[in-house]
């Protein structure tokens, strides 16, 4: 039986999940993992996410999905499988930094940008509890940056260097593509 994940609530700014330091994952083998996971990618696929953090849906354990797929919000994403990472850590980061524009599930209708570390070396445990590490480089790292920051209590608010790039998605659509 293959639990196919179910389209939860994505948490808000303002809520305290979103600003609390999320939690450690010690028991890989619990079922609850499996679904959390399912749940997670079928609820970032509805909203044409790119990434999503457990904390986005409202439970503080140290799990995101990266999962570039072009869709109407980011039409020039790459295409990855998600990748669940669990207890991820940045292990290296380039000094050199790229800025582009980002946005939130958590914060609808706003996009600004955001300076991030060109290439980084991380870790991390997949669903099966088995460790890999990987350098990622360009929009992926990105993504790894930004949900990384989310398990962390941070938002990509936070890392704006120069606010006025903020604007509306709608403004941002129109400027950028489609
Ligand atoms: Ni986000």
Redo the contacts with the bound molecule.
């Keep these: 039986m293959k639990y196919r994940g179910k389209v939860l609530p994505i948490t808000q700014l303002g809520e305290a999940v979103l600003r609390a330091k999320a939690r450690p994952v010690r028991n890989f083998a619990a079922p609850e993992l499996e679904r959390l996971i399912a749940d997670m990618i079928t609820t970032m696929k509805q909203a044409q ?1 790119v ?3 457990a904390n ?1 849906i409202g439970f503080g354990v140290r799990i995101f999905v990266v999962a570039p797929e072009p869709n109407p919000r980011y039409p020039r994403a790459p295409q990855m499988p998600p990748l669940p990472m669990i207890n991820a850590r940045l292990v290296k980061r380039s000094k050199e930094l790229t800025t582009d524009w ?6 609808p209708g706003l996009r600004a940008k955001v300076p991030r570390h060109k290439e980084i070396e991380i870790e991390f445990f997949n669903p099966d509890g088995l460790r890999h590490r990987a350098k990622l480089s360009g929009f992926v790292a990105r993504i790894f940056q ?2 990384f ?2 398990i962390n209590g941070l ?2 608010m936070d890392r704006v260097k120069d606010r006025k790039t903020f604007m509306t998605e709608r403004e941002y659509r129109r400027l950028h593509g489609r």
């Design positions: 996410g990434g999503i953090a986005q980002e946005g939130c599930l958590s914060i930004h949900e920051d989310h938002v990509y």
